[in-house]
């Protein structure tokens, strides 16, 4: 039974809140090529732009951070924001880490990070999605999550989930 729990326990992907000491590690993930190929805007950001972000994030009470780990080591960053043109939702980001790629972690960390929003939010009834059509991981996750498909703009596909 304590080789089960172990073991159990080292399968978790564990969601903490984001904090100043995080913001390094988040900012080289985001600077990462793929994930620059992967984001709205693919240029490179500075330290400096970075950090007045990051510390802005950290203190507005419409957006959450979340930081996903695995035996202790960081995996992922989910962030939700909530979204002013619809009442109720929540716009979700996704970077899996450069090294945690392709192991199925994106779907636990979206499962997680819903969880621990809907724990810490009152008014979420929606969360929408922005994915760079060219972005197959990311598209499947969102489709495979039951995100509905409701729009493009150029390069980019919209999904929402109803909760």
Request: charged share 30%; glycine share 6%; hydrophobic share 35%.
């Amino acid at each position: 039974m304590y080789i089960t729990y172990i073991f159990f326990n080292l399968s978790q992907i564990v969601l903490v809140s984001a904090e100043s000491y995080h913001s390094e590690m988040i900012w080289e993930w985001r600077n990462d090529p793929i994930t620059r190929k992967m984001s709205i805007n693919g240029e490179k950001i500075t330290w400096i732009e970075h950090s007045s972000w990051y510390e802005k994030v950290l203190l507005d009470n419409c957006r959450k951070l979340y930081l996903g780990e695995k035996c202790g080591i960081p995996i992922g960053v989910i962030r939700f924001d909530k979204y002013h043109k619809k009442k109720y939702a929540y716009e979700v980001s996704i970077n899996i880490s450069p090294a945690s790629r392709r192991k199925g972690f994106g779907k636990k960390l979206l499962t997680n990070g819903i969880r621990k929003l809907l724990k810490e939010v009152e008014d979420c009834k929606f969360i929408r999605a922005e994915v760079k059509k060219d972005n197959e991981s990311s598209n499947k996750l969102f489709k495979s999550f039951g995100f509905i498909f409701i729009g493009d703009k150029s390069v980019m596909n919209s999904y929402e989930l109803s909760l």
